[in-house]
């Protein structure tokens, strides 16, 4: 990753006039940082797997145990070195299990049972189509891809979280504290990150640009589909277009690319 002379100028000049500025400010300046991110140091790579835009489908039929959920939320952390602090008030979570009640909030009706409430979902990043923590990024560390995908730059991170603020979902995470300390079994291929940064699902893009499917999915026994959902004949477009599926606050209008495939039944 690198940036020229001038995108360098340009973005400490914003990030200095954040001290001055008000939101306007801070809006403007993080949507066109973040465009400038995703044009000029990422892109789709051309030797792995790409898409034009990529989407994930929850079967919720496919997780009835804890270790379905467990399976999927240790492959994350041990292939992105996700520390376990060992508490709540510091977690770091990218893939982890939340009830209806909070996946779904604002969504329920008054009829529903406390046992249906407490259900149990898979939640991420829900890599929207319309990313409000892009916009609120005054640095442009979170940007949106050209594939979809609403992924990250540690270096670029100065800890605002005025991202995390932005986010209706909640799903980004703040290191509190080095979380290096906290990382079970370090996986060396993978950068770890340093107390005061940002982080969340990124879809595996480093996977993805070796032409591996994201590790979550690898070990979701068909619980986790992932695809291309401008391409007909991938999987998540015909599940998509012949089953009833939800996504999370979708009165929101940010259009999550995670749908839930609630009520089971096999894939289309």
């Known amino acids: 990753m690198s940036i020229n002379r001038r995108q360098f100028l340009r973005r400490a000049g914003i990030v200095t006039a954040l001290g001055l500025g008000g939101s306007f400010v801070i809006n403007a300046a993080g949507s066109k940082l973040a465009e400038a991110a995703a044009e000029s140091t990422y892109g789709t790579s051309t030797q792995g797997l790409a898409a034009k835009h990529w989407a994930m489908v929850v079967d919720m039929s496919k997780f009835k145990s804890k270790d379905d959920f467990k399976r ?25 299990e939340d009830d209806y009640e909070h996946t779904f909030s604002g969504g329920e009706n008054e009829y529903l ?21 892009v916009k609120a990024c005054p640095t442009g560390a979170t940007f949106k891809r050209p594939d979809g995908i609403v992924d990250m730059d540690y270096h670029r991170c100065i800890g ?22 906290f990382i079970k079994e370090n996986n060396p291929d993978y950068p770890t990150r340093t107390q005061g940064v940002v982080e969340k699902c990124i ?55 995670v749908y839930y495939l609630v009520g089971g039944g096999e894939h289309a």
């Open 72 to 96: 999927v939320s240790q492959a994350c952390d041990l292939i992105h070195n996700v520390p376990d602090i060992g508490n709540t008030k510091d977690e770091i979570k990218w893939i982890w």
């Open 113 to 133: 049972t406390e046992s249906f409430k407490e259900l149990p979902f898979v939640v991420m990043c829900n890599h929207c189509e319309n990313p409000p923590c």
């Open 203 to 257: 879809f595996c893009v480093e996977r993805l640009a070796k032409g591996q499917k994201p590790a979550c999915v690898e070990v979701s026994k068909g619980g986790l589909i992932f695809g291309d959902l401008d391409d007909p004949n991938s999987e998540v477009r015909k599940i998509i277009s012949s089953k009833f599926t939800i996504r999370r606050k979708a009165e929101l209008g940010t259009q999550p690319s």
């Open 160 to 181: 605002c979280r005025f991202c995390m603020g932005a986010c209706p979902f909640s799903a980004r995470s703040f290191n509190f504290r080095n979380p290096r300390p």
